[in-house]
């Protein structure tokens, strides 16, 4: 599954700034939004040298079809001294899908601080996939369930299960830890991507766990609105990333959420930010 990624994330040259992408399975409802945002990164990427990204902006405008392509169109807003911006639009049956802007910035040093990793079991300690689906299997809802035992190019361990399957115990934030089921090599392009991809894997939970709801629950519409990633300093996606979640408030049909990622020494790597619709529907 995750060679599939890595397949996907090797967009297809069309023409100047024009790339080809296609999706994991079209048997899939809808395009996952974090494979949109890492191929709009790789896109972006590969019209940009030697200066790596540290910051993308991209809002879901429709749902993407998983049976057709996706072109990612790059506009190369500005080369600066220090910076290059780049705009991205991805189209899909002559629609615009998702659009993104992306900063890329040279290396430099600086001032540097950051807040400290929360103390938490190292991953090891934690049930890996296939325990993750017998832990949910009592009690857990069939889509819940579906969805753990699923096969992931990313692997997650939540540092606690409760919140997925207890209404009893609701809670605005989590922590969970993520990498990359193979090795990624040491591609700071390719890393970012993956990363990309998976910074949209259990954001949105978090505005649930805080009501004791579910992505799969049947009463709630439930979909990324807008994505926010900052890249701080160089990761590697296949070693453990601790992805601690927060969701500050919901209100008016959306939720927002915010997340920081850790490497297993406690640098902080990433933050991200998320906005989703989280609208209640009548069953």
Known sequence: ???????????????????????????WQRVFGGQVIGQALVAASRTVTDRPVHSLHGYFLRAGDPAAP??????RVRDG????????????????????????????????????????????????????????LDGAPPGVRRYWERLRPIELRPVDLKGYFRRDEPRSHQAIWIRA?????????????????????????????????????AGLQVASLDHALWFHRPLRM?????????????FGARGFN????????GVLVASVAQEGLVRPVSR
């Open 181 to 217: 089921k193979t090795t990624i090599g040491d591609d700071p392009v390719l890393n970012s991507c993956v990363l990309a991809y998976a910074s949209d894997l259990t954001l949105l939970d978090t505005t649930l766990l805080a009501h004791g709801r579910s992505a799969f629950d």
């Open 70 to 75: 996706i072109v990612y169109e790059v506009e």
């Open 258 to 265: 915010r997340g920081s990622l850790f490497d297993r020494r």
């Open 81 to 136: 001294g220090s910076f290059s911006t780049r705009r991205v639009v991805a189209i899909q049956h002559g629609q615009t899908i998702f659009i993104m802007s992306a900063s890329f910035h040279i290396r430099e040093a600086g001032l540097d601080h950051q807040i400290a990793m929360p103390d938490v079991p190292a991953p090891e300690e934690l049930p890996v996939d296939g325990e993750i689906g017998a832990a949910l």
């Open 238 to 250: 296949d070693d453990w990333l601790l992805y601690v979640e927060d969701s500050p408030s919901a």
């Open 1 to 27: 599954m995750i060679d599939d990624l890595l397949s996907i994330l090797d967009l297809e040259p069309l023409e100047h700034n024009l790339f080809r992408g296609r999706s994991f399975d079209p048997g």
